[in-house]
């Protein structure tokens, strides 16, 4: 059995870790069902989301000075 091909370097760590955990050969070690798997997603989504958008006001602080 080969191993899945390497994710691109420019794939987010976390998002790594998942698919990882969706590949596991133990099933124990995978998610429960795809409602976890939906959750996780979601969060990741909104975390990488965030670190994505600029905060405005640590911005604004900073043209103050």
Do not use: F, I, S
């Not at 698919?19 to 070690?29: D, I, Q, S």
């Not at 979601?42 to 640590?58: G, K, N, Q, S």
């Amino acid at each position: 059995e080969q191993p899945p091909p390497r994710l691109p370097d420019d794939v987010p760590e976390a998002v790594r870790e998942v698919v990882g955990r969706l590949l596991r050969k133990n099933p124990a070690e995978r998610y429960a069902d795809a409602a976890a798997v939906t959750a996780v997603l979601e969060a990741l989504a909104a975390r990488l989301e965030a670190d994505r958008v600029p905060d405005v006001r640590h911005e604004a602080e900073a043209d103050v000075e």
